[in-house]
């Protein structure tokens, strides 16, 4: 029922851009229902379904689009620019031959006239203006998903990193509230508690060697790895530089699309 839920409020860039990373997020939390809950949690189904359809998914998904779009300014800011601005001026794309083409093609599509290098150095706003109503030019005429899968493609895997990264803030704390709680259900099943609270060296040995490793449950063992995992990610992978490979790629993608136009 939430699968046919999803399917029916979320189209695909939705899914893969605001929801999963949505999703990310909220996964500790439901690890930990899972680990304390293994008994009732699958009988929770009705539950689930009813939050959906309360909104709870559209509610997450729509915050995440939030967040990444209020990164998404501080990531301009950092770059110098929009990706496609970058790669659109004189004094910062990495490959200038292939800029004078894109200029004279962009002349030929927008009717736009294009600034030269010096008309850009002397007026660097105007000519960023300039570069962004191509760009939006261009956004407009590959709206076609199917025309122009690859810039689709790419654009989804920029929605998502960009939205991961806004949301990890929130990612670390629920990630780091799993791995504590299932962390401290685990090491509560095994007795490792009772090394700190004995007070002796002979008991605290004893206790030592009577630690219950096969006490603590398998599921609520995967769910604290899975935690950490994430935990991990959210510090180390999920970062600017991460999100930055993603947008490059969509601007040059969507740079390209202008030697298919008619």
């Keep these: 029922m939430v699968i046919d839920f999803i399917e029916k409020n979320f189209d695909d860039y939705n899914r893969k851009a605001r929801l999963a990373p949505a999703l990310l997020v909220s996964l500790p939390i439901a690890l930990i229902v899972i680990a304390f809950f293994p ?51 004189h004094r910062t794309t990495p490959n200038k031959v292939n800029l004078v083409h894109q200029h004279s093609k962009l002349h030929e599509l927008t009717g736009q006239s294009m600034p030269n290098e010096s008309e850009e150095l002397a007026n660097p706003d105007l000519a960023d203006q300039i ?45 780091s509230i799993g791995v504590i709680f299932i962390g401290v259900q685990c090491t509560s099943k095994i007795g490792l508690f009772n090394m700190f609270t004995s007070w002796r060296t002979d008991s605290l040995t004893q206790t030592g060697m009577n630690l219950q490793f096969s006490s603590c449950p398998p599921l609520s063992l995967v769910c604290l790895l899975v935690s950490f995992f994430l935990l991990t990610t959210w510090l180390i992978w999920i970062n600017s530089g991460w999100v930055k490979g993603a947008a490059d790629a969509y601007a040059i993608r969507l740079l390209e699309s202008c030697e298919n136009l008619p």
């Design 131 to 175: 570069y962004d109503t191509c760009t939006q030019f261009l956004l407009a005429k590959t709206r076609d998903h199917n025309k122009f899968f690859l810039i689709y493609e790419e654009n989804c895997n920029y929605g998502f990193r960009r939205n991961l990264l806004g949301m990890k803030p929130l990612g670390i704390a629920t990630s």
């Design 39 to 89: 008994d009732n949690v699958w009988s929770w189904g009705g539950v689930v379904s009813l939050l959906a359809w309360f909104g709870i998914l559209k509610l997450l998904a729509q915050l995440a689009r939030d967040m990444g779009k209020a990164k998404e300014k501080e990531l301009y800011s950092a770059w110098d620019g929009k990706p496609t601005t970058y790669f659109l001026r």
